[in-house]
């Protein structure tokens, strides 16, 4: 089974702090995806990354940055962090293609204080 | 632009008893449908999809989806649901080019007392 990996669960920041999320696929997927999920509002696309070194904006892209040195690898930034970024933050892997299934990592729980 | 509308943030039920989620779409061009599940302390994982062909789809698990392009909707359904079911459920859409992209409605929570 695709395994995708979030580098922790629960993270706690303070304002102005500079954020990493870390996310990894073990499946070799040229796809991958940062969503931010909140009550009532769902899943909202952040950036999404089709290859090495390739990204493309979402919805909501502002206020975060989006790093893919390895296929494997796909960090979310916050470059100054703030308290309208406190959320659960997902991030996915699919193959190339249309209409293939996203794998889910378990989320990362970020608080800013 | 595409969306999805997720009609109830939350349907309690009894166990056993049946359920619909309901949602709704809207685009201008032929679209592809998903439904995900998302259990407590858990990641997202694909429950069911309609890309073409029959519009009824069903999952491994008892649930099925009819596309019904007319009333712009694909609600899921389930003739009688377990404690098991007690989830989170997201529609969602994608116009099945470019980089798999999908856009998500709000949620439903699903609560199957006993």
């Known amino acids: 089974d695709v395994k995708v990996t979030q580098s922790s669960r629960y993270l706690v920041k303070r304002t102005g702090e500079k954020v990493f999320l870390e996310c990894v696929q073990d499946m070799d997927h040229e796809n991958m995806f940062w969503y931010r999920q909140d009550p009532g509002l769902g899943l909202r696309l952040i950036y999404f990354s089709y290859d090495v070194k390739m990204k493309e904006k979402g919805d909501i892209p502002e206020g975060y940055s989006v790093s893919r040195e390895k296929k494997e690898r796909f960090s979310l930034i916050l470059e100054s962090a703030s308290t309208n970024q406190t959320s659960m933050y997902l991030c996915?892997?699919?193959?190339?293609?249309?209409?293939?299934?996203?794998?889910f990592g378990s989320g990362t729980q970020l608080s800013v204080l | 632009a595409q969306s999805v509308t997720q009609l109830d943030s939350q349907v309690p039920v009894f166990e056993e008893a049946p359920v619909e989620l309901r949602c709704n779409y809207s685009s201008s061009v032929s679209v592809y449908l998903f439904w995900y599940v998302q259990y407590p302390n858990q990641g997202l994982q694909l429950l069911l999809k309609y890309l073409s062909g029959s519009t009824l789809v069903e999952s491994i698990n008892g649930f099925e989806a009819e596309f019904n392009k007319s009333q712009t909707s694909f609600h899921l359904r389930k003739p009688s649901v377990h404690i098991s079911d007690t989830a989170e459920y997201f529609c969602a859409v994608s116009e099945g080019k470019g980089y798999n992209k999908l856009i998500f409605g709000a949620g439903t929570r699903l609560a199957v007392h006993p």
């Open positions: 996915a892997s699919s193959r190339s293609g249309p209409n293939e299934k996203l794998f």
